[in-house]
């Protein structure tokens, strides 16, 4: 009979210890589970507060249960094990606990702050296009040809000479001088790797585009092939249009 009343004693045990939590750290730990949760319940009886924002990224200290709302009454969403990243939108008050609302393994619940410890995710890095990465790959394609309709270095036209340019910098950017005119926004004072518009050229309106590179000048695809001109460039000057930054 001793022996029996061991082995099960030893089983609960072992059950006990390797549960998730969502009870320990509401008061300081207790020697034993049937006082831990005594106290548990005990501040389950004091109403909660309303939910407030909250942001934050944590990691969990231990298996926890994430819960439908915040006390140990309500149901388990999720069991998120320890060194889980959860994101933090909302807080609310019970008694003298404080528990978060989270999303963890995919789901949105509530588990008590003194569960979790502040942690920083590093982002996965993307490659982005800065000013002076534009202006050095699209000064790298001086001398290619200019070809009307021409998208490859075998040839540009001139929005195909930006949207190579921007690609190789980084940036995914539209085929049409048009269409790069309506996802750009007007500057007054260029900077290296914004684009100059001009009017009136083959076409009336909007019809050319190049780069700007600074010390009042531009790079384009335009003429016999690709090459740096001035913004005082007799012909260009006069066909100015606007500067414009995406």
């Known amino acids: 009979m001793k022996k029996l009343f061991f082995t099960l004693l030893t089983a609960g045990s072992l059950l006990f210890a390797n549960s998730a939590t969502d009870a320990q750290a509401t008061q300081p730990i207790q020697n034993d589970a ?4 005594t106290t548990d319940l005990s501040i389950e009886q004091v109403a909660a507060s309303k939910a407030t924002a909250k942001s934050g990224t944590f990691k969990m200290k ?3 249960n994430v819960r ?3 006390g140990t009454k309500y149901k388990v969403v999720t069991m998120a094990k320890k060194g889980s990243i959860a994101t933090a939108t909302h807080q609310k008050k019970v008694g003298k606990s404080t528990w978060y609302k989270v999303k963890v ?3 949105s619940g509530w588990v008590l702050s003194t569960l979790l410890t502040s942690t920083t995710v590093k982002k996965a890095s993307v490659k982005t296009s800065s000013s002076s990465s534009v202006v050095s ?3 790298e394609l001086q001398g290619i040809p200019y070809k009307f309709g021409g998208t490859t270095t075998a040839g540009f036209d001139c929005s195909a000479f930006i949207q190579y340019a921007f690609k190789q910098a980084g940036k995914s950017v ?3 001088t048009l269409s790069q005119y309506a996802e750009t926004y007007k500057v007054s004072s ?6 100059v518009f001009f009017a009136n050229t083959y076409r009336a309106g909007i019809s050319h585009v190049g780069i700007y590179i600074g010390n009042n000048k531009f790079v384009h695809a335009g003429g016999a092939k690709s090459e740096v001109k001035s913004m005082n460039d007799p012909y260009w000057g006069k066909k100015f249009h606007s500067f414009k930054r995406f």
């Not at 260029?190 to 684009?195: A, E, K, R, T, V």
């Open 174 to 176: 539209s085929r049409t």
């Open 190 to 195: 260029p900077q290296p790797g914004d684009l």
């Open 62 to 64: 231990y298996n926890s």
């Open 105 to 107: 393994n995919g789901k």
């Open 34 to 37: 049937s006082s831990q949760v």
């Open 68 to 70: 439908a709302d915040a």
């Open 137 to 139: 790959e699209a000064l």
